[in-house]
């Protein structure tokens, strides 16, 4: 299945870090932007040791190293290439995930406003009726974020907060993470042991 996974400028790029990290050991076709916005919180909550001025590709990469899915073989498309494969629903996309998903770019797919390629391929998966899971991650949330998380639901996006559970004994952040991620996958019916799943 072809998966592309958007990576927004929302708090927890960690959590986009280890999803694309276990997507890279499944057999899928993996293809990942990162916006802009991510770049920023990617430079600031990873605090990756990559100078402003040496361009998006060399933080990028860096980012891919730090979760050691470098040579992955995940093809890499910028935000700004919205001739990409992903931006037609010719292209036939598997599913689509944005994790973590911010508000700026809830809001815009809510209004059917693409102003980049996540943008376009949520709109993409919407009209095409094609999986699109948004892991939001703000808190408090406003009545504006709620409207629009209904909005997109409504018209068919799967909303996976970044909402760790606890019943699975989590003894490390990372262990936080991979809950959500692996609650990511299994809405996509994507196997996965991310975290021990209940089991009664």
């Given at each position: 299945?072809?998966?592309?996974v958007?990576?927004?400028?929302?708090?927890?790029?960690?959590?986009?870090?280890?999803?694309?990290?276990?997507?890279?050991?499944?057999?899928?076709?993996?293809?990942?932007?990162?916006?802009?916005?991510?770049?920023?919180?990617?430079?600031?909550?990873?605090?990756?040791?990559?100078?402003?001025?040496?361009?998006?590709?060399?933080?990028?990469?860096?980012?891919?190293?730090?979760?050691?899915?470098g040579?992955?073989?995940?093809?890499?498309?910028?935000?700004?290439?919205?001739?990409?494969v992903?931006?037609?629903?010719?292209?036939?996309a598997?599913?689509?995930?944005?994790?973590?998903?911010?508000m700026?770019?809830l809001?815009?797919?809510?209004?059917?406003?693409?102003?980049?390629?996540?943008?376009r391929?949520?709109?993409?998966?919407?009209?095409?009726?094609?999986?699109?899971?948004?892991?939001?991650?703000?808190?408090?949330?406003?009545?504006?974020?709620?409207?629009?998380?209904?909005?997109?639901?409504?018209?068919?996006a799967?909303?996976?907060?970044a909402?760790?559970?606890?019943?699975?004994?989590?003894?490390?952040?990372?262990?936080?993470?991979?809950?959500?991620?692996?609650?990511?996958?299994?809405?996509?019916?994507?196997?996965?042991?991310?975290?021990?799943?209940?089991?009664?």
């Amino acid at each position: 299945m072809k998966i592309f996974v958007g990576i927004s400028g929302a708090s927890g790029s960690i959590y986009g870090g280890r999803l694309l990290g276990a997507l890279a050991r499944t057999e899928h076709d993996i293809t990942a932007c990162i916006s802009e916005g991510a770049l920023d919180v990617v430079r600031y909550e990873e605090r990756l040791d990559v100078n402003k001025s040496a361009g998006r590709d060399a933080l990028v990469e860096a980012f891919m190293e730090r979760y050691e899915i470098g040579d992955a073989g995940i093809h890499l498309v910028d935000p700004r290439a919205m001739a990409d494969v992903f931006a037609s629903g010719s292209s036939l996309a598997g599913a689509a995930i944005i994790c973590p998903c911010s508000m700026s770019t809830l809001a815009s797919i809510a209004a059917g406003v693409t102003r980049n390629l996540i943008h376009r391929v949520a709109d993409v998966m919407l009209k095409e009726s094609r999986p699109l899971v948004l892991v939001p991650r703000e808190t408090p949330l406003s009545e504006i974020h709620l409207e629009n998380m209904l909005r997109v639901k409504r018209a068919g996006a799967l909303l996976v907060p970044a909402m760790p559970g606890f019943y699975h004994h989590p003894r490390t952040v990372d262990d936080l993470v991979d809950f959500v991620a692996g609650k990511v996958l299994d809405t996509l019916q994507i196997p996965n042991s991310l975290f021990q799943h209940w089991e009664g």
